[in-house]
């Protein structure tokens, strides 16, 4: 099964240019949020170290830090920087069940604008989703729906500058990875085509 991000592209290869589709709030209502990187960059940050400063990054909202030492293990997200090294990606999305997120102090995506990852941190956002309250599917969709909208500015930009055919080389070989949704009208069309 191929990855819905990857389809898309594949559909925008074919000139189709309009896309409806529920994978922002599948993914966000199975605890998942996307962290693909958008574009290549020469240094981006690393998602697979977790941040321990609580000054300075986001954490539940009401500025409260826990100052506890946070376990170092390798998240199920995704690190941009083995990307923009050449390495493919091995996740595109990340998993908020995930025990490793349990103290991590670092915004949801580091670099992202959107409402989440600018007042939230992994940690709460480990604590909501365990909990399972409908604050966490609400504050990953409203991500989800952000990394999308902006990888679609980007997609765009890539066609305007006429330059899409080296960017869907790239994304292609910098983001692979299955996702945990099931497959959609789009992934059947697409692949028919």
């Given at each position: 099964m191929q990855c819905l991000h990857l389809q898309?592209?594949?559909?925008?290869?074919?000139?189709i240019d309009m896309f409806d589709t529920a994978y922002a709030t599948e993914l966000a209502a199975a605890g998942h949020a996307l962290v693909f990187p958008l574009q290549p960059a020469l240094e981006q940050p690393d998602y697979a170290r977790p941040n321990t400063e609580g000054d300075s990054s986001p954490t539940?909202?009401?500025?409260?830090?826990?100052?506890?030492?946070?376990?170092?293990?390798?998240?199920s997200g995704s690190n941009p920087s083995s990307a923009a090294a050449g390495r493919p990606?091995?996740?595109?999305?990340?998993?908020?069940?995930?025990?490793?997120l349990r103290e991590d102090k670092a915004p949801l995506q580091p670099g992202c604008s959107c409402y989440t990852c600018s007042n939230y941190s992994r940690?709460?956002?480990?604590?909501?989703?365990?909990?399972?309250?409908?604050?966490?599917?609400?504050?990953?969709?409203?991500?989800?729906?952000?990394?999308?909208?902006?990888?679609?500015?980007?997609?765009?930009?890539?066609?305007?500058?006429?330059?899409?055919?080296?960017?869907?080389?790239?994304?292609?070989?910098?983001?692979?990875?299955?996702?945990?949704?099931a497959r959609e009208p789009l992934a059947d069309a697409v692949s028919s085509v």
């Open positions: 898309v592209l594949k559909a925008a290869e074919y000139g539940d909202g009401d500025g409260d830090a826990d100052s506890e030492a946070p376990q170092t293990a390798q998240l990606q091995e996740h595109v999305n990340m998993d908020f069940a995930d025990v490793a940690a709460y956002l480990h604590h909501l989703v365990q909990r399972e309250e409908l604050l966490a599917s609400v504050l990953l969709e409203l991500h989800n729906a952000h990394h999308i909208q902006s990888w679609f500015a980007v997609l765009r930009s890539a066609i305007s500058a006429g330059n899409f055919g080296q960017y869907a080389a790239w994304f292609r070989t910098s983001c692979r990875g299955p996702a945990p949704i």
